[in-house]
């Protein structure tokens, strides 16, 4: 017996998606990990500048802040899901890493809503095809006639009379 979809569902698949266990608190706030970071290694590269002031140290200090800038930039490139190539944006700041959008989380959502939808279907005991559950989950809804759910644009209204529609909101 198939059980109904429900929000706890959606945790549950979300939770299995990350290999058991929810992120932690940097992995959600991707963003302000950056920024926090980003001030964290100035905090601590500033400091050792002027209080070391020798030249062998401060070289030592910059290199300090080169890697560890690097390393947070990888980090949070990797988790976005995006091209190492954008670290070569660090002369501009953090803003356009925290523009970048997550391509990581929309792979993840439309996969997890494809998920429930194929659920919700079986649930509801209609048939479909495999290819149009994307195709209805990008038009926020899908028609029901004979049984069957498709994508409402494929149906000829005409031909097949009335259909139900049923949004996904």
């Not at 959606?10 to 939770?15: R, Y």
């Not at 058991?20 to 970071?37: I, S």
């Not at 209080?51 to 490139?77: C, E, K, M, S």
């Not at 989950?137 to 529609?165: I, N, Q, W």
Request: charged share 20%; glycine share 6%; hydrophobic share 50%.
């Amino acid at each position: 017996m198939m059980e109904e979809t429900t929000q706890s569902n959606v945790d549950d698949l979300a939770v299995c998606k990350l290999g058991g266990m929810r992120p932690n608190w940097f992995c959600r706030h991707l963003d302000w990990t950056l920024v926090v970071g980003w001030y964290a290694i100035l905090a601590v590269v500033v400091p050792l500048i002027l209080l070391l002031g020798d030249t062998y140290w401060v070289l030592v200090a910059i290199v300090f802040y080169f890697v560890a800038l690097a390393a947070l930039l990888a980090w949070h490139l990797r988790c976005k899901q995006r091209s190492y190539l954008f670290i070569l944006m660090w002369p501009l700041g953090w803003i356009p890493f925290v523009l970048l959008s997550n391509k990581k989380g929309q792979a993840e959502q439309e996969k997890l809503q494809v998920t429930l939808l194929r659920q919700k279907l079986d649930v509801a005991g209609l048939t479909y095809t495999e290819v149009d559950l994307p195709r209805m989950v990008a038009c926020g809804e899908y028609a029901v006639h004979d049984g069957m759910a498709f994508v409402p644009s494929d149906l000829d209204t005409s031909k097949v009379g009335a259909v139900d529609r049923v949004s996904l909101k």
